[in-house]
T-cell receptor, first 114, second 109 residues
């Protein structure tokens, strides 16, 4: 497909478990972003990759959250010891390059921690 | 203070009305701005970019006021299909896009 693909679309996990969320960006897009969105709020920035490196991870809420993009394409957001407060929609976006170019979003992964 | 602030609404307007949203930003280093549209339980999608001179796209007009640090979105001749949440977005040039909380628009028949 031509768009940003995120899997799974829904994930229900128990408190304390580990989860991985996957993002497959648009081919050729060097910039990749992770956001988290709660009901009634705008997307909250988590981390941004330029190529393989995390250019800005200042939005990660704590050390339970980690993300990788080893080959500069697919990215995985990893959450350890999940808490109920982690429940949200996790959105991934990619853009051709950073700074002022359109970001295309995937449909998100709805994470529910019970 | 949030970097990008918007009135959450909702704005309830009749079809055919003109409606305007404002958004303020706190980081004067922000280089460019965007309006994204988000439908219920869907991902955000770019509506239009906003540059220094502002721009117009059909019924939509976006303006930027750097001196007062706000941007606006004007929608003329509102359609039922315009009902959505409109997200104001700033790009500081240092990090990823910063989103406001969104303004909800409901166009009524």
């Amino acid at each position: 497909g031509a768009g940003v693909s995120q899997t799974p679309s829904n994930k229900v996990t128990e408190k304390g478990k580990y989860v991985e969320l996957r993002c497959d960006p648009i081919s050729g897009h060097t910039a990749l972003y992770w956001y988290r969105q709660s009901l009634g709020q705008g997307p909250e920035f988590l981390i941004y990759f330029q190529g393989t490196g995390a250019a800005d991870d200042s939005g990660l809420p704590n050390d339970r959250f980690f993300a990788v993009r080893p080959e500069g394409s697919v990215s995985t957001l990893k959450i350890q010891r999940t808490e109920r407060g982690d429940s949200a929609v996790y959105l991934c976006a990619s853009s051709l390059r950073a700074w002022g170019t359109e970001a295309f979003f995937g449909q998100g992964t709805r994470l529910t921690v019970v | 203070r949030k970097e990008v602030e918007q009135d959450p609404g909702p704005f309830n307007v009749p079809e055919g009305a003109t409606v305007a949203f404002n958004c303020t930003y706190s980081n004067s280093a922000s280089q460019s701005f965007f309006w994204y549209r988000q439908d219920c339980r869907k991902e955000p999608k770019l509506l239009m970019s906003v540059y220094s001179s502002g721009n117009e796209d059909g019924r939509f007009t976006a303006q930027l006021n750097r001196a007062s640090q706000y941007i606006s979105l004007l929608i003329r001749d509102s359609k039922l299909s315009d009902s959505a949440t409109y997200l104001c977005v700033g790009d500081t040039g240092r990090r990823a896009l910063t989103f406001g909380s969104g303004t909800r628009l409901q166009v009524q028949p």
